[in-house]
């Protein structure tokens, strides 16, 4: 039988939670191996080369992905042009990289970047290989296939990245690593793709899009900077160890929201471009998404915040408890980031990717003054001006949501309040109930216990708990 809409996002949903679920935990196993057997010195020469690596990544998919995902019809001839445009210019990129080496190690005083960074950069030249083919299992929704894509590269490249490692080869481990999860994941959708390149080459289509996307580009890019310059501006207000706490907190946070909005992006773009000519279910579908994704980000991520001492504590150990402070301010802006996400997938798929950039770039602006008139204050104080911002920016992006659909504030508030009311109740209940409990373990786990079970009471006559079981039945999947 012919799937229905609605059972393709529902198991793009459950496959793009566990790729996401599975890549988190596995990023954990490896790392907690890298950071035992390397330096933070070893990560420092990696971490100054990430922004160019970023950066030429970006200009190398150049936007085409979401362009695809929301085109009415493609054609081999699209899937042919973003192919080969993808390589030019990755081949560009590359050469001008390759040159600019020693100037990017004199910029850090450090020689050894030479060799490095023309090895690192690789990955940017190899992943555009896999840009056509990714974007072809990316409008098609199959989930399931990149997911198995991303878990077979993750294990076969951190064992690589371990036992180089281990084996004495410090930072090119990293890179190593690095490169060979590129290389496999671009196999690997050669492989799970029926879409294959010809020399019939034609670049009109990418003038098609161009207009679109080139908006995606420049947000993309703008996003990476602005990331860069948070660290930067840490590392010139406080010491290096507010930095390290900093960096261990954020690192938890991400891997938290990253579950939830690797879920919903896996499907959110290709869903709402399938029912972007009909308003009335474009409405139905976006609050049907808004509601799932509030379901499942505000206990996760507040959750987390209330045992974020005792997790800090268990596989970290006592030394980094700063850190455990600075993670659960973080978690309460991750919570709405998800939503943020939904939100700009939305304005995405209606086509206005000059919304989206203008929202970004408006956005990071205010944070970036923020913090720069906040760091007198504590980072702490930093983080509740950029949590809030972020917070705050819903409004403005609902409105534009609110253009397309008519769906107004009031609907949305009805929508997310309940889940979000029902988690902070839960969290505080448990957080205060757990920490009657001396012993860190079984205080955590009176904690997830407390939580998940008050939760599932609060939600048991939710339709979209008892939806939510419905369709992750293994027969359903």
Not at 70 to 76: A, E, Q
Not at 135 to 144: D, G, I
Not at 302 to 324: F, V
């Amino acid at each position: 039988m012919k799937e229905t809409l609605k059972d393709k996002t529902v198991k793009g949903l459950f496959w793009g939670g566990m790729s996401n679920g599975l890549q988190q935990l596995l990023n954990l196993i490896f790392g907690i191996f890298l950071g035992r057997l390397l330096s933070p010195s070893d990560y420092g020469m990696i971490g100054m080369l990430t922004i160019f690596s970023l950066i030429a990544g970006s200009l190398q998919e150049s936007g085409f992905t979401a362009a695809i995902a929301n085109k009415k019809d493609v054609s081999h001839r699209d899937y042919n042009a973003v192919f080969w445009f993808s390589i030019l210019v990755s081949a560009t990129l590359y050469f001008l990289l390759f040159m600019a080496a020693p100037i990017i190690a004199a910029f850090y005083h450090t020689p050894e970047l030479t060799p490095l960074a023309r090895y690192s950069f690789l990955g940017f030249l190899i992943s555009s290989f896999g840009t056509a083919h990714f974007a072809k299992l990316f409008r098609e929704m199959k989930v399931k296939q990149r997911t198995i894509t991303t878990f077979t590269a993750l294990c076969i490249s951190g064992i690589i990245g371990v036992t180089m490692a281990f084996l004495g080869f410090s930072y090119w481990g990293i890179a190593t690593q690095n490169l060979c999860y590129i290389l496999i994941t671009t196999c690997l959708f050669w492989y799970f793709s029926d879409w294959r390149p010809t020399f019939n080459i034609c670049f009109t289509p990418i003038k098609e899009m161009f207009g679109f996307s080139c908006k995606l580009l420049a947000t993309n890019v703008f996003i990476h900077i602005n990331n860069n310059l948070f660290s930067v501006i840490l590392g010139k207000f406080f010491n290096e160890n507010t930095v390290g706490y900093y960096t261990q907190g954020n690192k938890w946070n991400t891997m938290g929201h990253n579950l939830i909005t690797g879920m919903v992006n896996s499907v959110a773009q290709p869903v709402f471009a399938k029912v972007k000519d009909d308003q009335e279910r474009q409405l139905r579908v976006f609050r049907k998404m808004l509601k799932f994704t509030a379901f499942i980000a505000f206990p996760l991520m507040l959750g987390l915040c209330i045992i974020s001492r005792e997790l800090i504590t268990i596989l970290i150990t006592e030394k980094w408890l700063t850190s455990a402070d600075i993670l659960s301010i973080l978690c309460i802006g991750g919570a709405f980031l998800p939503i943020t996400n939904l939100y700009s997938n939305f304005v995405i798929s209606k086509g206005k990717s000059d919304i989206y950039l203008y929202n970004t770039i408006a956005v990071s602006i205010l944070q970036l003054c923020s913090l720069l008139v906040l760091y007198r204050f504590g980072i702490e104080t930093m983080l509740y001006g950029y949590i809030g911002i972020n917070i705050a920016w819903l409004l403005i992006w609902h409105h534009f949501v609110k253009k397309e659909i008519h769906y107004s504030y009031w609907q949305a508030l009805i929508d997310i309040l309940y889940f979000l009311f029902s988690a902070c109740i839960v969290m505080i209940i448990s957080n205060y109930l757990g920490n009657l409990i001396d012993n860190t373990y079984l205080r955590m786990g009176a904690k997830i216990l407390l939580a998940v079970t008050l939760y599932t009471l609060f939600m048991i006559r939710n339709p979209m708990l008892k939806e939510a079981i419905s369709y992750l039945h293994l027969k359903k999947i």
